[in-house]
């Protein structure tokens, strides 16, 4: 299922920023940035269960926001892109440069 979750994070304080760090490289290991705070996560139930649970015990609730967007598996019919950056897909395939 394609999940979207955006976040925001007080970075008013070492923590805040530490903790917004900590957030994204959590999003960044189970989807694609798609704008600053908003990442698109193509799981499964339990590997959304579990990246929920890490997100929730990283921010501070009285300053911090997670959303979460459940857009199911026919997710395509419901995104749309227009303008800058590119758009990608995240079933399609896999390319890696061996010489960045």
């Known amino acids: 299922m394609m999940v979207l979750i955006t976040y ?11 903790r917004l760090r900590r957030v994204a ?9 798609v704008q600053n705070s908003v990442f698109e996560c ?4 339990t590997q959304f269960a579990e990246l929920k ?5 990283i921010i501070d609730p009285q300053t ?3 959303r979460y967007y459940l ?4 997710w ?6 227009f ?12 390319l890696i440069d061996a010489n960045p």
């Open 71 to 74: 857009l199911g598996s026919n």
């Open 8 to 18: 925001d994070v007080n970075v008013t304080t070492p923590a805040g920023k530490s």
């Open 42 to 45: 193509l799981v499964d139930p």
């Open 76 to 81: 395509k019919r419901h995104v749309e892109h």
């Open 25 to 33: 490289k959590q999003c960044q290991n189970k989807g694609q940035r």
């Open 53 to 57: 649970h890490r997100l929730e015990s």
């Open 64 to 66: 911090d926001s997670l």
């Open 83 to 94: 303008g800058a950056k590119e758009n990608y897909d995240p079933e399609g395939v896999l």
